[in-house]
């Protein structure tokens, strides 16, 4: 445990030091600054009042935001060390693989899921001090869901970084993944599976392993608990899963998703050659 936490310590200080951390933190600091500026707070839209438009605003752009960053930089994490000569190094000290591999996730997290959050955090402060309502449910499973999101994406990001042998290969891996859940967002790709006389919970069905739509959609049903945006497929979501358990599912189908990417990393690291 020490070594795991000396690890994840070292791991956050290299972090805070990176120029991608101070862009990291400056678009999402940015995003709540301009969200202010255009008044969206204190509009109303379609029933969407206050604060809860700002924070639906935001949820949906820290769902394309969030993903691509935490990719592109934990890919580095192994597939940089091992193309640097650390693997070297650490086979000499007293530290084990899996004190260094979990150690560098676990501070990869905190710096991943600060930003973001302090950044919501800010907002709701703003909120209770212009004596704006605050819609705490919202914001308490919007928070959740930002935490499985980060965990998805990390677990994923370390898989691919354990698997790759470069760094190069581990960056274009998370691209063309990134790429991937893109277009099957929003059932774009599904639509050529319906043409193609294929049974519509089938696809329906293919479109909630997406990460990102099933995030998407369980940030909908906050403000839309029938789903109407989503049309004939809201049946079949709550056909499988119910209203409250898909709020479950969407929290709990990517965080087990994330944790079981990072252990398959972690096992193929253990087994495979470090050096």
């Keep these: 445990m020490r070594q795991l936490l000396l690890t994840a310590r070292l791991d956050i200080a290299e972090s805070l030091r990176a120029p991608w951390f101070l862009v990291y933190t400056l678009v999402f600091g ?33 769902m394309v935001i969030v993903p691509i960053f935490v990719l592109i930089t934990t890919v580095r994490s192994v597939a940089g060390d091992r193309e640097a000569g650390v693997f070297e190094y650490l086979l000499s000290l007293p530290v084990s693989i899996g004190a260094w591999f979990w150690g560098k996730i676990f501070g990869r997290y ?43 994406f990390l677990g994923l990001g370390m898989f691919i970084s354990a698997v790759a042998r470069s760094t190069d290969t581990a960056q ?13 967002l929003d059932l774009i790709l599904q639509g050529v599976m319906i043409q193609n006389h294929i049974d519509p919970k089938t696809v329906v069905t293919i479109a909630l392993v997406n990460p990102l739509q ?43 998703l994330g944790l079981s990417a990072a252990l398959a990393g972690y096992f193929h690291l253990r087994r495979g050659d470090l050096l």
């Excluded at 969407?48 to 949820?59: A, K």
């Excluded at 309502?133 to 919202?138: A, D, E, L, Y």
């Excluded at 906050?222 to 479950?248: E, H, K, N, T, W």
């Design 30 to 62: 940015g995003i709540v600054a301009l969200l202010f500026v255009f008044g969206l707070s204190e509009s109303r839209v379609l029933g969407f009042i206050g604060l809860s438009r700002l924070l639906v605003t935001y949820i949906q752009l820290a």
């Design 214 to 256: 099933v995030f998407r959609t369980a940030a909908l049903a906050m403000f839309d608990p029938q789903l109407v945006v989503l049309g004939p497929a809201a049946y079949v979501i709550f056909d499988l899963f119910g209203s409250g358990g898909y709020r479950i599912y969407a929290l709990a189908y990517p965080s087990l």
């Design 110 to 152: 905190a710096v991943i899921f600060a930003p973001v959050f302090l950044a919501m955090l800010g907002a709701v402060l703003w909120g209770i001090s212009s004596e704006i309502n605050i819609p705490w449910s919202v914001f308490g499973y919007y928070t959740a869901l930002l935490a499985a999101m980060a965990l998805c």
């Design 172 to 184: 274009g891996a998370a691209f063309m993944l990134w790429l991937v859940l893109l277009l099957f």
